[in-house]
């Protein structure tokens, strides 16, 4: 951990106005056109493309990546001001007095993101060839990755929110298909479909939040909004727009409360677990967050929420993930509580920006290393996920024991892999600030990283160490290359990245022009190498609490008992029981009131009325018999009720 000093709590975003495309850039439409042709291909293909179209996604993948790299190469080589680019692709909404052209913003955020999510996602579309091997749908499996893969690479590269919502829209279709993938198993379908409806509850916050930007400054490009909000936005708007862009970045982020979905996403394929939690879906989130710092940071109670968010987030999933038995359950948590970091960073404002993306980027390599091996150990296991029947897996599967172990120690932060450089950042930050703020945020900062330490060395020792715990039909193996190689790539990752993007700060320089340039100011409450030792002291009190109880110790078969905070844990600290008590139970109530009220009241007036006309009808209609008698008799009653009512008048 380094100084911050040189880092700042004062920065100003640059408004630097983005530059026509030209040269290579004028091609990074590629970027999403690529792996969209393949999700084409392979979905209007049908069954003729069974065989090769796999290999066809994974080109179109890989094919991404290239122009994604050239684009890179291109900038690298313009000053830092000029690296920002925009390219128009055609006029889309044209409205009278507006216009909004839909178009891409190539700068140096975009391409981080088009970075990570063409190079991993195209490692786990390697992977998947191995993975879904036997799969009689894989074809279609490669298509929904294609598309996954692309609307990612929409969202990030838009140049307006509503250009974003539509890749934002474009993932939650593609996730809702990838999760649910397995269909015929109703708790996969009930899984996917849970996922789908909790982030509608997001997607309408963003929905909101484009509307309101509209109503307010008359545009939805990020240009123009952060033009608007730089000169004289109200910031009682500014602060409605930030929570709205919040409300949507905790659905497809999985931040509280609005987390409860992403535990159950592990009903997907493991390729799928990995390309949500490493390169795209939740961190999607983070992206809107920093890319709408223009908003945030004249917006300072939007930014506390998010800065608070991300506290409660990364505590909360660190909990959760300490009593989970599943091993992708227990991975899913730590991604909750990691991007829990990334919005507790991006809450801090300026000072945080940076980190947050960092952390990103370091999290994608060593998460999708990690998930990838979950899959590889599920490979030998005979699609086992239970810890509980794992143990002493070290020998058996070396390779994946290895690369695990890298993405193991990296988030741990432990010196020198990745995480140490990324989170522990975060942490520094989290304790500058005044008053309360540093000792909450960085008091659950610190807190989290010793928790982490715990869980994921617990999931560690279950799996690869201890006594074998496996049953007699289990044959534990090392996977193919197809699976080992792109393991063993984002082992790389997760030992060096953080390391070489530090030195000489050179991430946090890349990103200064879209983030806000950092000016020297205030140090964290605490001195850093204070701040160094103790999170370092939780680390190993974590992995040595682990090692005597998973390790040392014989681990039971049988879940013991635990607990109330285990038990309040294994249940995810009782989030789907509360979101069942506040929102299912009341709208269900509602709804049958609702029901009962139409079919009593308007539907049983109107009904009742009918009946009455009806009834009355048929009486009246039996008069008419034909018979004069019937008729002189009614005329004789008639005229007695008439002579009688003028006496009782009289």
């Not at 409605?240 to 159950?264: N, T, V």
């Not at 699976?483 to 030195?503: E, H, K, N, Y």
Request: hydrophobic share 55%.
């Amino acid at each position: 951990m380094t100084s911050l000093a040189h880092l700042a709590t004062a920065a100003t975003t640059s408004e630097t106005a983005a530059t026509a495309a030209t040269g290579v850039t004028a091609y990074a439409w590629l970027l999403v056109a690529l792996p969209l042709l393949g999700a084409a291909v392979l979905l209007f293909g049908g069954r003729a493309t069974d065989k090769w179209g796999p290999l066809f996604a994974v080109a179109m993948s890989w094919a991404a990546f290239v122009v994604g790299f050239v684009v890179w190469i291109s900038m690298l080589g313009r000053p830092a001001g000029e690296r920002n680019v925009h390219l128009h692709l055609f006029n889309w909404v044209p409205a009278g007095s507006f216009n909004l052209d839909a178009g891409m913003l190539v700068d140096q955020l975009s391409v981080t993101f088009v970075l990570l999510v063409t190079f991993v996602g195209s490692l786990i579309h390697v992977y998947s060839l191995g993975y879904m091997e036997h799969d009689p749908d894989k074809r279609r499996f490669f298509a929904y990755l294609n598309l996954f893969v692309a609307a990612m690479l929409l969202l990030v590269l838009a140049d307006s929110y509503l250009l974003l919502y539509v890749g934002w829209e474009g993932v939650g279709l593609a996730s809702y298909l990838l999760i649910g993938f397995w269909n015929h198993n109703p708790a996969y379908a009930t899984a996917a479909n849970k996922a789908f409806v909790v982030n509608r509850v997001g997607d309408f916050g963003l929905s909101v939040g484009i509307m309101i930007m509209f109503a307010s400054f008359g545009t939805v490009t990020f240009a123009g909004v952060q033009q608007a909000a730089g000169h004289g936005a109200s910031q009682g708007v500014l602060t409605a727009i930030g929570l709205m862009l919040l409300l949507g970045a905790c659905g497809k982020s999985a931040q509280f409360p609005l987390q409860s979905w992403l535990g159950d996403a592990m009903a997907g394929p493991t390729p799928v677990s990995a390309l949500i939690h490493a390169a795209t879906m939740v961190t999607a989130g983070v992206y809107l967050v920093v890319r709408s710092s223009f908003i945030f940071n004249h917006a300072p109670n939007a930014q506390l929420v998010v800065a608070g968010v991300g506290a409660i987030t990364l505590v909360f999933g660190a909990i959760v993930g300490c009593a989970k038995d599943d091993i992708k359950k227990a991975l899913a948590a730590s991604t909750m509580s990691q991007i829990g970091y990334m919005m507790l960073a991006a809450g801090l404002g300026p000072v945080g920006y940076a980190f947050a993306i960092f952390h990103l980027l370091t999290h994608g390599f060593f998460k999708a290393g990690m998930f990838l091996g979950a899959g590889s150990v599920m490979h030998g296991m005979n699609d086992q996920v239970d810890m509980r029947r794992f143990g002493g897996l070290s020998g058996a599967m070396k390779i994946t024991w290895v690369t695990f172990g890298l993405g193991w120690l990296a988030i741990l932060g432990v010196p020198p892999f990745s995480g140490f450089y990324s989170k522990d950042k975060i942490i520094e930050a989290a304790f500058i600030g005044d008053g309360w703020r540093p000792w909450v945020f960085g008091g659950a900062a610190l807190v989290g990283a010793g928790i982490t330490a715990f869980y994921m060395s617990r999931l560690f020792f279950m799996t690869f160490h201890g006594k074998k715990r496996w049953t007699d039909e289990v044959h534990p193996h090392e996977s193919p290359l197809t699976m080992t190689v792109p393991m063993m790539v984002l082992a790389v990752g997760s030992g060096l990245l953080g390391l070489v993007l530090s030195i000489r700060g050179t991430f946090t320089s890349w990103l200064e022009p879209v983030v806000g340039a950092h000016e020297t100011g205030k140090n964290p409450v605490l001195p850093v190498w204070l701040l160094m030792t103790l999170t370092l002291l939780l680390v190993a009190g974590g992995i040595a609490l682990a090692w005597m109880r998973y390790w040392r110790d014989e681990v039971p078969l049988v879940q013991p008992a635990g607990s109330l905070v285990t038990r309040a844990a294994r249940r995810d600290l009782y989030q789907d029981d509360v979101n069942e008590g506040v929102f299912m139970r009341p709208g269900v109530h509602l709804t049958r009131a609702l029901v009962f009220a139409d079919n009593r009241g308007v539907d049983g007036a109107v009904g009742g009325l009918a009946a009455l006309v009806g009834g009355t009808s048929s009486r009246l209609r039996r008069l008419q018999n034909g018979f004069a008698r019937s008729y002189a008799l009614t005329m004789l009653a008639g005229v007695v009720v008439i002579l009688g009512a003028m006496w009782v008048i009289q």
